[in-house]
């Protein structure tokens, strides 16, 4: 059995072990957390040819330096626009590259994005809870989190050469203006007049930014006399608003039921990218109906299998590659 050991020499906050999340346990009090950027996530495996969901290191804006002591192993790296340092050169993520014995690797935030995304050919070794990886920030169950000095370890790796060079960077990724949102569920709960203010005015995002959720600075948005609701359960991309008028975006993390009234919820599809906002982007809300929600995630999620489909097919080794750019045809002979 092939095996590789990593060890990180430094590493900011919020840097996790996450697989595909932790569905369907809601209803016992569990979030399903899983990675901030689902897409990114999924498409650094499919970029290595991993199953779907499998586990993946998430690195936040604090970045990550970590050297291989033993093995080798194929990775990916995908989410952001993070810088990534290997074999004595800077390059950009979504990317595939091998690590060997006594090579170092550093990922460190670029122009955009929170959120980036390790995978490798290997299985990581790390713990599971409830037959998943996928680590809850606040309780710690899952996978874990990982801090400078921690030794990160791999099975049955592989190197495949095949499959190293640049990804497309999906259109799909990258972060937007403005997002989409089902207003509700309880817009009755606040004054005349905040709906206008939510859909007629920017919102930035704030340093209160965690895997939890997502605090924004902005115009308020005005309760009636209720300043809360019985608890009711709540969904990934709710917009709450507390007593002090400012709104929050919940993610991954986000408590399974609570008590502050929800002006609207953000459409599935739009919080890939919406995740991988930072302070102080900016951000401006545009309502649709339910309806029209149910079609934007059914377009969306074919575009996205066939984007995975795409960036899952091995290029080739190099005398493959050279064939499809027939650079035998450039040649004229004397």
């Not at 005005?222 to 969904?235: G, K, Q, R, T």
């Not at 986000?254 to 982007?281: F, M, N």
Request: aromatic share 6%.
């Amino acid at each position: 059995m092939t095996e590789a050991t990593l060890r990180i020499k430094a590493c900011g906050p919020l840097v996790s072990y996450q697989d595909g999340g932790r569905p369907g346990m809601l209803r016992f009090g569990v979030p399903a957390s899983g990675p901030m950027d689902q897409l990114a996530h999924a498409a650094a495996h499919a970029a290595l040819g991993n199953p779907d969901g499998s586990t993946a290191v998430e690195i936040s804006t604090g970045g990550i330096d970590l050297v291989c002591e033993a093995g080798e192993v194929t990775f990916c790296v995908s989410g952001g626009d993070f810088q990534v340092f290997h074999s004595g050169a800077w390059t950009r993520s979504w990317c595939v590259r091998t690590l060997r014995a006594g090579d170092t690797l550093a990922i460190r935030p670029g122009q955009w994005g929170s959120w980036a995304y390790l995978a490798f050919c290997g299985e990581l070794v790390c713990k599971q809870w409830a037959g998943r990886t996928a680590t809850h920030s606040t309780s710690g169950i899952g996978g874990g989190s990982l801090s400078a000095g921690a030794v990160v370890k791999l099975r049955d790796t592989r190197v495949v050469e095949e499959r190293e060079g640049e990804i497309p960077v999906p259109d799909l990724a990258r972060p937007r203006k403005s997002a989409r949102v089902v207003l509700g569920p309880q817009i009755g709960a606040f004054s005349a007049g905040s709906e206008a203010v939510l859909l007629g005015h920017e919102f930035a995002v704030t340093p209160a930014n965690d895997r939890m959720g997502m605090r924004l600075s902005g115009p308020a948005l005005a309760l009636n006399d209720a300043l809360a609701i019985l608890s009711e359960p709540i969904v990934r991309g709710s917009i709450q608003v507390a007593g002090d008028g400012v709104a929050s975006i919940l993610l991954a993390d986000h408590q399974t039921i609570g008590g502050y009234p929800k002006i609207a919820t953000i459409v599935s599809v739009d919080l890939d990218w919406l995740a991988q906002l930072r302070a102080p982007d900016s951000i401006r809300f545009t309502a649709v109906e339910a309806s029209e929600a149910v079609l934007m995630a059914r377009s969306e999620a074919s575009m996205r299998r066939q984007y995975l489909e795409q960036i899952s097919v091995p290029r080739g080794n190099l005398q493959t590659r050279l064939m499809r750019e027939n650079l035998i045809s450039g040649f004229i002979l004397g």
